[in-house]
C-alpha cells in the first residue's frame, strides 16, 4: 500500500517520471526528518538531480552553497528549500517539471538567491506596472 507522500498521481505521468517524483519527496522528507531529529531550526537545501531524482545525501545551509558544491553539474540540478510540512510525490514532480522547463527554455541557476518578496510590507515598495505604463514601453515594429 502506497503511504500518504504518494498519493495523487498526476493523470498521464509516466512511470519513470513518477518514481522521479517519488525518489525527490523521499530525498527532502529524510533531511526533514532527520533535522527534527537533530533539532535544527535553520531551513536547509537539498540538490536533487533532474534526470534520476537522486540526491547527494547533503543537506546545505543555502541554496549558494548546494550550486556550489554541484561544481560543474550545477544546471542538471534542482534545489529545493525543506519545508517543515513535507513535501509530496505530487508537490515534487510539480518542481522537477518547473525546473526542467526553465532548463529547456535556456534559465541557468548559479550561486545568486531569487529574489522573491515574502514579507507583505515590502511589497508597496515594488513599482506595480499598470497596462499604459507597459504599452508605452513596448517596442512596436509596426510604429
Not at 43 to 49: I, L, N
Not at 57 to 80: F, H, K, P, T, W
Request: charge should be negative; charged fraction near 30%; proline fraction near 8%.
Amino acid at each position: 500500500m502506497e503511504g500518504e507522500v504518494y498519493k495523487d498521481r498526476p493523470p498521464g505521468l509516466s512511470d519513470e517520471d513518477w518514481d522521479l517524483a517519488r525518489r525527490v519527496a523521499d530525498a527532502v522528507n529524510l533531511h526533514i526528518d532527520a533535522s527534527e531529529m537533530t533539532g535544527r531550526t535553520k531551513p536547509g537545501f537539498v540538490a536533487v538531480r533532474l534526470n534520476d531524482g537522486s540526491s547527494d545525501g547533503v543537506l546545505y545551509d543555502s541554496r549558494a552553497d548546494a550550486v556550489r558544491a554541484q561544481g560543474s553539474e550545477n544546471y542538471r540540478c534542482a534545489y529545493i528549500k525543506l519545508n517543515p510540512g513535507g513535501m509530496s510525490a505530487r508537490q515534487a514532480w510539480v518542481v522537477i517539471y518547473g525546473y526542467r522547463q526553465m532548463y529547456d527554455a535556456g534559465a541557468r541557476f548559479h550561486e545568486e538567491e531569487p529574489i522573491i518578496p515574502h514579507r507583505p510590507e515590502i511589497l508597496p515598495i515594488i513599482p506595480r506596472v499598470t497596462l499604459p505604463h507597459l504599452r508605452n514601453r513596448l517596442w512596436r515594429p509596426d510604429l
